[in-house]
């Protein structure tokens, strides 16, 4: 499971995390964290809900699947398929 939080969220240290950014007009920025612990931005891309799964396009053709185990405003559960 992978579980997403606000950007707002009072998060603890850590030593990086990745990050989703769903906008309403259907478009992604996604980040991981990278070699020295810094964000990296991943190419743009989409997402879409069909059913019960959250599908992710970027850019170069990386697709990504995750079922939706539970979201509400405060927390986005995802679980890869």
Same mark, same amino acid.
């Given at each position: 499971?992978? $579980?997403?939080?606000?950007? @707002?969220?009072?998060?603890?240290?850590?030593? /990086?995390? #990745?990050?989703?950014? %769903? !906008?309403? #007009? /259907?478009? %992604? $920025?996604?980040?991981?964290?990278? +070699? @020295? #612990?810094? +964000?990296? *931005?991943?190419?743009?891309?989409?997402? !879409?809900?069909? @059913?019960? !799964?959250?599908?992710?396009?970027?850019?170069?053709? +990386?697709?990504?699947?995750?079922?939706?185990?539970? $979201?509400? +405003? @405060? *927390?986005?559960?995802?679980?890869?398929?």
């Amino acid at each position: 499971m992978q $579980v997403f939080r606000p950007a @707002d969220y009072p998060f603890p240290p850590a030593r /990086g995390r #990745d990050a989703l950014s %769903l !906008k309403a #007009d /259907g478009s %992604l $920025v996604k980040s991981i964290s990278g +070699a @020295d #612990d810094r +964000a990296t *931005k991943m190419p743009a891309g989409s997402w !879409k809900v069909q @059913d019960e !799964k959250l599908i992710l396009q970027q850019q170069g053709g +990386a697709c990504n699947e995750y079922a939706i185990e539970s $979201v509400n +405003a @405060d *927390k986005l559960l995802l679980r890869p398929l």
